[in-house]
């Protein structure tokens, strides 16, 4: 059955619009693959006014209409931007839900009414379908941000003729961020108090969005198997985990992809000098403007990089402990990254005692990110839970080896080298303890320093590995099948 699937692929936040974290990445480049498989999927986000102008500047302004939260009549305008990023890849429509009162903000997330932002941004793309005669098998729903959408959809909309056959997914990329808030949220975005109710959507006396995206949706997925696997765990189920087994019949973990277009160390525009495995000698050029914008010096030492949130799940704590070790070594480690405060505090503390050894940058820059990966030998992620991680993929491509703890999407794709037999793709260790990153990063420097051959060949190696979306886009593409059969 080759038919034509129509999705609607709701996300808030997206690259190249407007980006936080992973699921930017994901949503900027999912939806083109699965477009470039010959399906109909469109793109909806908030316009935040943070947007950039090169974009806003481009859009078209398609419908205006009124949508009711509780005794509010808010405006909601749309907007049309198609999105190509390169000849090779179909077009796809990206819609865009303008208000100002709820948009234009200084932050996307971590607003006063968050909850009332996001059931208003809800309703707007329910209501935004018939307007654009838009009939979607699959609304494709991504985080708590859009986890009320399953909701409208099926206790609200689904009476009417033309959302009667939509299903819905919800995918989870982080279940640490759930979208709890107080329940008197409930009148406020039409929904009533008997919503309340751990059949529904209570949480520990609050509502949780991202509960009613489990809840309600047609269909769940996750971003790599292993995290599939561990949020029906208490460890990691962050309290829900007994709600995800009852669900577990229709959970899948699919992992992410690269898009290899935009991260890419042959074509990147934003690193010092381009390269590929044939000439690793460029790399060495790029780690040298590294060390001399960062205020490092050019010392042929074993560079390790951290682009990360500097938050508990990223692991940050253990470097914390291990600092004095780490620190004794003759390495230098570049971390860029924003977050907590005390671990930016701490960043900056190793940074202002080893001036010669680290380099901090304390911000969200996407220019330096690359500009790291481009010039760092290794990439450290030792988190505490890690969804898929997509770090550790482009670090592949830019030759630098990932350091990571086994868990979730780091546990799928990053296999522990073996000097031996010359196989794996980086160095993992299992438990969470400052000790074993330690041992993990003391083996990636004896194969660096030691093994030099066998470093060249393994960062050849991991260069040449493919993650891109393709078989992930086919994965999607075949579980949207399989829940318009249902
Ligand atoms: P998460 O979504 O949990 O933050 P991921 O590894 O899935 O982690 O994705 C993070 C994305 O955000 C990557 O593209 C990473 O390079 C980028 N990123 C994280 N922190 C920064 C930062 N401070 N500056 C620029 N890019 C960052």
């Known amino acids: 059955m080759n038919k034509k699937l129509k999705v609607l692929f709701v996300s808030s936040e997206v690259d ?13 480049s999912l939806p083109i693959a699965i477009a470039n498989e010959g399906h109909d999927i469109r793109v909806v986000l908030p316009k935040y006014s943070a947007i950039n102008e090169k974009f806003t500047q481009n859009m078209r302004h398609v419908i205006n209409y009124t949508v009711n939260l509780d005794w509010r009549v808010q405006p909601v305008d749309i907007s049309e931007y198609e999105h190509k990023d390169n000849e090779k890849n179909k077009g796809i429509k990206c819609y865009f839900v303008g208000n100002d009162y709820y948009f234009n903000r200084n932050n996307i997330y971590g607003e006063y009414d968050d909850a009332e932002r996001f059931g208003f941004f809800a309703r707007a793309v329910l209501e935004m379908l018939p307007k654009l005669d838009f009939a979607p098998d699959v609304i494709h729903c991504n985080d708590w941000q859009t986890g009320i959408v399953s909701v409208f959809l099926k206790d609200q909309y689904k009476c009417y003729d033309f959302y009667k056959n939509m299903k819905s997914i919800f995918s989870i990329h982080n279940l640490r961020y759930q979208g709890n808030f107080p329940p008197e949220v409930l009148n406020i975005i039409g929904l009533d108090y008997g919503y309340n109710n751990a059949d529904a959507l209570e949480f ?18 996750t971003v790599s198997e292993t995290y599939a696997k561990e949020i029906q765990m208490i460890e990691y189920g962050y309290g829900m985990d007994g709600l995800i087994r009852k669900r577990s019949d229709v959970l899948y973990g699919i992992v992410n992809g690269v898009d290899y277009d935009k991260n890419n160390p042959e074509t990147d525009k934003l690193i010092y000098a381009n390269y590929n495995k044939d000439t690793l000698d460029v790399k060495k050029y790029n780690k040298e403007k590294l060390q001399e914008e960062l205020g490092l010096p050019k ?34 480690l570049v971390i860029l990254g924003t977050g907590e405060w005390h671990f930016e505090e701490m960043v900056r503390y190793m940074q202002s005692r080893w001036p010669e ?23 450290l ?3 505490l839970f890690e969804p898929c991680g997509l770090t550790q993929l482009y670090s592949y491509k830019f030759g630098a080896v990932p350091i990571v703890r086994k868990t979730g999407g780091l546990a799928d794709t990053v296999r522990q080298y073996n000097l031996h037999e010359k ?24 194969i660096y320093l030691n093994h030099k051959y066998d470093w060249i060949d393994l960062v050849k190696r991991n ?13 999607y593409i075949a579980l949207y099948k399989k829940v318009i059969s249902k």
Request: hydrophobic share 40%; net charge negative; glycine share 10%.
């Open 381 to 383: 992620m030792p988190s």
């Open 16 to 28: 190249p619009f407007i980006k936080t974290g992973g699921l930017a990445d994901v949503s900027g």
């Open 204 to 221: 520990y006396g609050g509502v949780s969005y991202m509960k009613a995206g489990i809840k309600y949706s047609d269909v769940i997925t």
């Open 423 to 446: 196989t794996g793709t980086g160095f993992v260790f299992e438990n969470y303890t400052s000790w074993e990153m330690m041992n993990a990063i003391k083996y990636a420097l004896d």
């Open 357 to 379: 050894k680290v380099a901090v940058y304390i911000g969200f820059n996407l220019e330096i990110a690359r500009k790291i990966l481009s010039g760092s030998d290794m990439y």
């Open 299 to 332: 010392r042929d030492v074993p560079l390790i990089g951290i682009t990360s949130r500097l938050t508990e799940q990223k692991g940050i704590r253990l470097i914390d402990e291990a600092m004095e070790e780490l620190l004794g070594l003759d390495i230098q």
């Open 463 to 475: 260069m040449g590995l493919d993650f891109s979306w393709t078989s992930s886009a086919k994965k």
